[in-house]
């Protein structure tokens, strides 16, 4: 069982910066892979990022790469989303989630665990 927190989302103005970070109890989290998801309102969960269980293999979608990066810090057991540039369409709940399986797919049916989310809001 792995059990995921989220924190780290705020309110930051457009073309500000924020970093998320998601600590995991569990011995087991290390050898998962991780990914972010975000959800905005009226919208379906939507993939961010993810990390395999090395770190050595990353994901984004468009719309994030060359802003954002996910990276994970083994001492920790925890997994960083480092958000720069932001825009008003960044603006979501984001969540962490486990993939027992290391695919560091896009869908969110490929991750067992989930944390419970936070807020993150970018103002024009």
């Known amino acids: 069982q792995v059990h995921m927190v989220e924190s780290g989302g705020g309110l930051v103005q457009a073309g500000g910066s924020l970093r998320l970070s998601c600590a995991a109890s569990?011995?087991?989290?290390?050898?998962?892979?991780v990914g972010w998801f975000r959800q905005a309102p009226g919208k379906e969960r939507e993939f961010v990022a993810a990390v395999s269980w090395s770190g050595g293999i990353t994901r984004y979608i468009d719309s994030v790469k060359g802003r954002f990066t996910i990276s994970r810090e083994y001492a920790k057991n925890t997994v960083y989303l480092q958000m720069n540039s932001m825009k008003p369409e960044d603006t979501a709940v984001y969540y962490c989630a486990a993939d027992t399986n290391d695919s560091y797919g896009s869908s969110p049916l490929a991750y067992a665990y989930w944390g419970q989310g936070t807020q993150v809001t970018v103002s024009s």
């Open positions: 569990g011995r087991t989290f290390s050898s998962y892979a």
